[in-house]
């Protein structure tokens, strides 16, 4: 009598059990070190063969922040207030602080489409969290909005003659949405462009369109009624926004504000980690 065998192939989880937040939190934690390993390498190697090293991390956003003030200041007579008093370099750190925001946000999106594809050997390794490459890239950019925050302050000393405001010690607090929401798009986007390589044109463009729909060079007060709705659906927006009550106004963050900008990130982050924890098993077949 012939004899059955029976295979058993492993079934992937279903997607609702990496969707328990303390799960995704201890599996997390429990990496930590090796995820500062690879944010310090991250970068360091970016600026390692570099004449000014680490030095561009301060001077790209001041090279752009000069060509916006320039184009936006001088050449169309943009006011940040009503105030005809207001001077060219009140509008360039008003205008840094929303930038500053933006950046940490598309450097991670920008990089996120190609950061599995551009790490083979990772993928080939079975017992590799992959998921911490993007909380590592995330921390790099965090470090990076550090320096540029820096030399904000250090322009803020100079321009106002005085200490910037007390109120600039709620910046953690108006960065924690944006790096939740930043990391889980940016797994959905990993995990995404290990199977659609055109994504990571999509992802550019897509920026850029988003960078002309925050308010970071115009207030939101200026735009008109009937579309400001629309602004509110941008998470980006209500992070700019209470970033410069924190770092120009003196005021602490809008609570609504940040009250659904953390509702929106925690769901976001979450899923995107789901999403990205489901695909993973099958990144090795593909790359």
Not at 62 to 90: C, H, M, N, Q
């Amino acid at each position: 009598m012939p004899t059955t065998v029976v295979v058993h192939t492993a079934t992937p989880n279903p997607l609702r059990s990496w969707l328990a937040p303390q799960a995704a939190i201890r599996n997390l934690w429990t990496h930590r070190e090796l995820t500062l390993q690879l944010a310090y390498r991250e970068v360091i190697n970016r600026y390692r063969a570099s004449w000014l090293g680490l030095a561009w991390t301060a001077l790209t956003p001041l090279v752009l922040l000069a060509i916006y003030t320039f184009v936006f200041a001088v050449v169309f007579k943009t006011r940040w207030g009503d105030s005809p008093d207001e001077s060219k370099a009140v509008f360039a750190l008003t205008m840094f602080a929303g930038m500053l925001v933006f950046n940490l946000f598309a450097e991670v999106s920008n990089r996120a489409p190609r950061l599995i594809l551009d790490q083979p050997n990772y993928v080939k390794r079975v017992v590799f969290p992959l998921e911490i490459l993007i909380v590592a890239t995330v921390l790099a950019a965090v470090f990076n909005f550090l320096v540029g925050a820096g030399v904000w302050v250090l322009g803020w000393v100079v321009i106002m003659q005085t200490a910037p405001p007390v109120t600039l010690l709620w910046l953690p607090v108006v960065l924690a949405p944006v790096c939740l929401i930043t990391a889980g798009l940016a797994w959905a986007l990993a995990a995404v462009g290990v199977f659609v390589r055109d994504i990571s044109h999509a992802v550019v463009l897509a920026t850029q369109v988003l960078f002309f729909a925050t308010p970071i060079f115009y207030s939101l007060e200026r735009i008109p009624a009937p579309y400001r709705g629309l602004m509110h659906i941008n998470p980006l927006t209500h992070a700019v926004v209470n970033a410069r009550r924190v770092m120009m106004a003196g005021q602490a963050p809008d609570p609504g504000y940040l009250a659904i900008s953390l509702a929106f990130a925690a769901v976001l982050g979450l899923a995107g980690y789901a999403f990205f924890m489901r695909s993973k098993r099958t990144f090795a077949d593909v790359i």
